[in-house]
């Protein structure tokens, strides 16, 4: 099942390996290491875009938010993980605490 969330996670996991793979990229590290984060960040990326691309038409995330993650991803994986964050601040509540009576 396609859920807001686990594409949300999903999102975030490719951050966190594109992040090490520009770390080992960086500093020289193991081939091997670098091999295998980028296949998985590859693989990872067609993953997401898919599931995002079915996710748009099943209204689960806007198209705003799937283009950030297929298109704008495919330069740099973060805008994905920021879309999701702009995306899930856009839906919350505008009633801050004092608003709804809460104190």
């Known amino acids: 099942m396609i859920t807001f969330r686990r594409l949300k996670y999903l999102s975030f996991f490719l951050s966190g390996v594109y992040l090490a793979l520009l770390v080992m990229w960086l500093g020289h590290g193991p081939g091997d290491?670098?091999?295998?984060?980028g296949w998985i960040h590859?693989?990872?990326w067609i993953v997401s875009s898919t599931l995002c691309i079915?996710?748009?038409r099943l209204r689960v995330?806007?198209?705003?938010?799937a283009v950030m993650v297929a298109v704008v991803g495919g330069v740099g994986p973060f805008a994905g993980s920021i879309g999701f964050i702009v995306c899930e601040r856009r839906s919350a509540p505008a009633n801050g605490p004092l608003e709804r009576g809460m104190v």
Do not use: M, N, S, T
Not at 33 to 37: D, E, Q
């Open 33 to 37: 290491v670098k091999y295998v984060l």
């Open 42 to 44: 590859g693989i990872g």
């Open 54 to 56: 079915i996710a748009v």
């Open 61 to 65: 995330i806007p198209l705003w938010l």
